[in-house]
């Protein structure tokens, strides 16, 4: 068979309809040979607004890694995704409206998938891809809810909603607690290029779920002395005042996320894989802040336009076209069936998806398509978006063709246009919305017979007696204020099989405190321990936040090796208390960590 007929039944398998003429270029050496199938690499922004790039239009800042890929690829301008950050990632995940899926909050369990939902790396991975997560997962800590049972054959990275420290934290690989290696993004990016590395052979699915710009404001020195004196040229529209040095922190950030594109895609043409390889860039919610966004209204948390619009942008070179612009409106939850359609395979799912393939968004100049609606949803508030309307969460209907800034409310005279709206509102409601609180009696799992690792962190955990949590925002916590033998600290679990598990505590306590003796316990199962060596480190994060924080401070907590403990498969409570206090406190816990040794 002759290279170039191998070449066309290539094309064929991907559905592409490229002509198979003889060309006069020389054919690829690339290892497009070893590998048809095309790699994904996924990456998702925290907390980026549509105009926090310069190919929207922002001239604050510079992005030309990912304008570059617009430019290279196809834009999407009017994408929508959910409000907050665990909502998106599970559309993202799943093809299906968030409600439907058992998310419900971003902390504190609220934000897991059900586990009757199949995910678009569980889908690849059957197909054969290899898969990794790098970055913030946000949609369950413990298996099965855990990244490594819900399809990526490597993570590193966290599993909670925010982190309290971007420079060399603790995180975890695979469930086992690591630390990191300098910034967050550099470091996650690292992880991810290594991967591409090892399988350059073979196709991969590559997750990079960023976690900035969310705050805290870390950002390396490199890029906030770009902007920590700089005159912001375009500024907030609204009646909010914006704080302008955190608006220069979350820039700074964006300009890091774009070095870091910069580097995947430097990779990816070194391994000779650009061709063979779509890349897709998007963020999980409007800006965190007041800051400039198009003039549109709403932040993050608002289901408003500019809480709900992201930008989309994909490339896959030399198959998708080179600088269109979409005008479509589409949602996260088309990314799982639009990326199986154009890898080709076969989009197996226990539940029936939501969305819909972009595919002849992308190739086809006028496509015929149905007309659609997406739905945004967050905090008891609803609203609907159609190609040229949108119907808000108090009923107030937008002429957004016109009015981007959703500032004329037409109800009163599209009457008929606002009740059909209010209608397929009240339907979507009654569909997606859970018909029981069952979702929320859901306890946190431990040891699950597949997975070696268990965490269970102070996030998850409740406080009873004098104990504090030292910050009202649960992901990054920790306690602290444990002075009382009658205090206590428990957690609502499930023990998933019997087994006798190796035990840590992370934990900082004082020397003037030595000698504190505690009893971890479940049911019938008791384990005792003392506080003998002293680590009083101090809080870390002030010194490098670029703008003053509203989540916790963290400091550098040690494992204390508990022992071993027997665990019954059940449900019950599992309490750390105190026996013995001989100083005034016991010790801050951040997490426990489960090692099944059976």
């Not at 690829?73 to 439907?100: I, K, N, Q, W």
């Not at 059909?420 to 069952?438: F, H, I, Y």
């Not at 409740?462 to 949590?469: L, T, Y």
């Not at 002075?483 to 099989?497: F, H, Q, R």
């Amino acid at each position: 068979m002759t290279n170039i007929l191998v070449k066309c039944l290539v094309l064929a398998i991907l559905g592409l309809s490229l002509s198979c003429k003889e060309k006069t270029e020389p054919e690829s050496t690339s290892n497009t040979q070893h590998n048809h199938k095309p790699n994904i690499v996924l990456i998702l922004a925290d907390d980026q607004g549509w105009g926090d790039l310069s190919i929207t239009g922002n001239t604050n800042l510079a992005t030309p890694n990912i304008d570059a890929m617009a430019k290279n690829g196809v834009m999407f301008d009017h994408f929508y995704v959910s409000p907050v950050c665990s909502p998106t990632r599970a559309e993202l995940l799943t093809g299906r409206y968030f409600p439907r899926v058992g998310v419900y909050s971003t902390s504190s369990g609220g934000e897991r998938l059900n586990l009757d939902e199949t995910t678009l790396a569980e889908v690849f991975k059957q197909a054969g891809y290899t898969t990794a997560a790098y970055g913030k997962w946000h949609n369950g800590m413990q298996p099965p809810y855990h990244p490594n049972a819900r399809g990526f054959d490597d993570f590193y990275g966290f599993c909670s909603g925010h982190w309290g420290n971007y420079f060399s934290p603790m995180l975890e690989h695979n469930g086992e607690i690591v630390k990191g290696d300098g910034f967050i993004i550099d470091d996650l990016t690292n992880k991810g290029l290594d991967f591409m590395d090892r399988n350059k052979e073979r196709p991969f699915f590559l997750y990079l779920p960023y976690n900035t710009p969310h705050s805290p404001m870390q950002v390396p020195d490199e890029y906030w002395n770009r902007f920590k004196d700089k005159e912001l040229a375009m500024k907030y529209f609204g009646e909010e005042e914006e704080n302008e040095n955190f608006t220069r922190a979350a820039l700074a950030m964006v300009e890091n996320i774009d070095y870091n594109v910069g580097r995947v895609i430097d990779r990816l043409r070194d391994l000779e894989l650009e061709e063979n390889t779509v890349i897709i860039y998007l963020s999980d919610n409007g800006p965190n802040g007041w800051r400039w966004n198009a003039g549109m209204r709403g932040r993050k948390g608002s289901t408003d336009e500019g809480g709900v619009r992201s930008p989309l942008v994909m490339q896959w070179k030399n198959q998708l076209p080179k600088g269109k612009h979409i005008s479509q409106i589409a949602s996260a939850i088309d990314i799982l069936p639009t990326l199986t359609e154009l890898a080709q395979i076969p989009l197996k799912t226990i539940k029936p998806i939501d969305g819909k393939s972009l595919k002849p968004l992308l190739f086809e100049d006028n496509p015929l398509l149905d007309d659609r609606v997406v739905y945004n949803h967050w905090n008891k508030g609803t609203s609907i978006r159609t190609q040229k309307y949108r119907l808000d969460s108090e009923d107030r209907l937008y002429d957004m063709e016109k009015d981007g800034g959703q500032t004329v409310d037409l109800s009163g005279e599209l009457t008929q246009i606002t009740d059909s709206l209010k209608n397929l509102k009240k339907d979507w409601l009654q569909a997606v919305m859970p018909k029981s609180k069952e979702t929320e009696d859901r306890p946190f799992t431990l040891g699950h017979p597949d997975y070696m690792f268990t965490q269970i962190p102070a996030r998850d955990g409740v406080a009873h007696g004098n104990i504090e949590r030292s910050n009202r925002h649960p992901n990054d916590t920790f306690f602290t204020n444990w002075k009382s033998t009658k205090d206590s600290i428990s957690w609502d679990v499930e023990v998933l099989a019997d087994g006798e598990f190796e035990v840590l505590l992370f934990y900082t306590a004082k020397e003037k405190d030595l000698g504190s003796q505690f009893e971890l316990c479940f049911r019938e199962s008791y384990l005792m321990a003392t506080v003998n060596k002293a680590h009083n480190p101090p809080l870390v994060g002030a010194e490098r936040d670029r703008d003053p924080r509203i989540e916790s401070y963290t400091k550098n907590f040690i494992p204390m090796d508990l022992g071993k403990i027997s665990l019954k498969k059940g449900r019950g409570n599992l309490v750390l208390k105190a026996l013995k206090i001989p100083g005034e406190e016991v010790m801050d816990v951040r997490l426990l960590l489960f090692k099944r040794v059976n």
